[in-house]
DNA sequence: CTCTCCTGCTAGCAGTGCTAGATCTAAGAG
DNA sequence: CTCTTAGATCTAGCACTGCTAGCAGGAGAG
């Protein structure tokens, strides 16, 4: 039995290893950069291993994409239990929102351009989504009034998503994000 | 000299064509059947001419989105002026958007997440990007309080940009898309 | 009628995601 | 301890991508 055990946990850290070698080689060069025969060197394996692992590149990058839910779940919560006042709170959620996303550019981009057959608003979506999710939908509960939360906080965060991904493809003068994003939260917090 | 122009009418002719048969191509399945074998061989030429013209795929899906920018110009003008009241001009304006946007995915697409080259916010941007811009512009401008037009007006962009991109890789629920979209339009008329 | 240029073509390069078949290792049976 | 078998891994290759060098052939100029 044991010896069973010990080849699944090296299967599942060589699971590991090609998906944090993929976000990592995505994250300096770009999703470009990321080729299965780029991915297969890296983890000193050949190319199809990749393949035992995951149904092909998108699968791979999926994985990465539920990686980053995680982390930004993270970020957010961090910069929405730090602050007691709602109005703040929704102010610290939406710069940490476009803070994580200029900062992880690949990553942001895994997460929503990207990797099209991850389930989402549904049952199934990971827990690492939902998460992410649920941390706008706690900073917006306070200030709701008339409307319905789940779509107030989608709204919200459209707005967000809009933001920085205009931005970062040359489409807003950079200059003046911050005002942008106090403009869009000022008109979320009333 | 007229023969000249002859051959410069034909070669303008051959872009027109070029152009077009990307974006019906686009349109119809997706752009990742738009590749330059496929292009050459819809518009009857060998692939190389394609190079004489534009100086790669990119600036062909550029060009495309440069035809898409007028468009969308054209159908936020007419939304825009066939209503009188100004907040009733933002509601259809916001809703000729999405229109367009759910409408038009591939063409879309090659305007705001591909064609990362094309210079926007500068003074050398195409004029049908200026054009389109401007309209939205010009329907906020009534509404104007407090803030200023430009940044308001991309804010509100940014919020219909992130709405349409958001649902169209099944990120939101799309039976909510009416609702979201009165939302974002209320919290920006007042 | 000849020469020249230039337009458009054929053929090919380097790279992509992905896969079939061979190979080699390591577990299990006698 | 040996032999067989099964599974994991690799080599080699397919069909495709964007792009380009270099060659024909027909246009226009003299």
């Known amino acids: 039995m044991s010896i069973q055990t010990r080849r699944a946990r090296e299967r599942a850290e060589r699971e590991r290893l090609i998906v944090t070698a ?4 995505a994250e300096s060069e770009g999703w470009d950069a990321v080729t299965t025969r780029r991915l297969a060197e890296e983890i000193e394996y050949s190319q199809p291993v990749l393949y035992s692992h995951f149904k092909g590149k998108d699968a791979i990058m999926a994985a990465v994409a539920v990686e980053g839910f995680a982390d930004l779940a993270g970020e957010l919560r961090a910069a929405r239990t730090a602050v007691a006042d709602p109005r703040e709170a929704l102010a610290a959620v ?3 929102y476009a803070l994580f996303a200029e ?3 690949a990553l942001y981009d895994a ?10 608003a549904t049952a199934e ?14 900073t917006v509960r306070p200030l709701v009034r008339d409307d319905d939360l789940e779509t107030l906080t989608e709204t919200f965060w459209s707005g967000l998503h809009g933001l920085v991904t205009l931005m970062r493809n040359g489409r807003l003068r950079h200059a003046d994000h911050e005002r942008r994003l106090a403009l869009l939260i000022s008109r979320f917090s009333g």
Do not use: K, Q, Y
Request: aromatic share 8%.
């Open 22 to 25: 993929a976000r990592e080689l």
């Open 94 to 96: 939406g710069a940490a």
């Open 111 to 120: 997460m929503f351009t990207h990797a099209v057959d991850l389930p989402f």
């Open 103 to 105: 900062r992880r550019p």
């Open 125 to 138: 979506a990971p827990p690492a989504l939902r998460e992410a999710f649920g941390e706008l939908l706690e």
